[in-house]
């Protein structure tokens, strides 16, 4: 499997459902889940400052799933493509829901997901592996 990284910086039709909806058409049941990415290092000490803070914090947040997303983020130089694929809905879901303030919990949620950086990353792997007829 190649990334296209021209294909990264285009602007595209499709907005994030649609993608999310084509990525699983596409890659649902292939053997492409298994293909591990690399985690960039803003993304990993992102998860790895709100994985480390879950015992610190005055705010209760997050769930085992979401504190293993975050281990999994900061302790790895690569994870499945299957958990891009969670990071990218869990992000896109909450893009606009999410807290800026550190006294919620939904801030925290979001920073164990990568924050910001974990979005545009896992959107750009992800429109990498929509094949460009799709996109089209």
Known sequence: MHLFVENLNMDFL??????HDTWIKIAGSSEIMKSNIPVPNDVAKIAEKAYDNRHNSDVNFGNS????????????????????????????KYRYRHSDSKKVASYWEWQLYGGEAGRKWSESIIRAYIPKEVRN
């Open 65 to 92: 799933d979401m504190f293993e997303i975050a281990r999994s983020l900061k302790n790895r130089s690569s994870i499945p493509l299957s958990l891009v694929l969670e990071i990218h809905k869990y992000t896109v």
């Open 14 to 19: 499709l907005n994030d459902e649609q993608i």
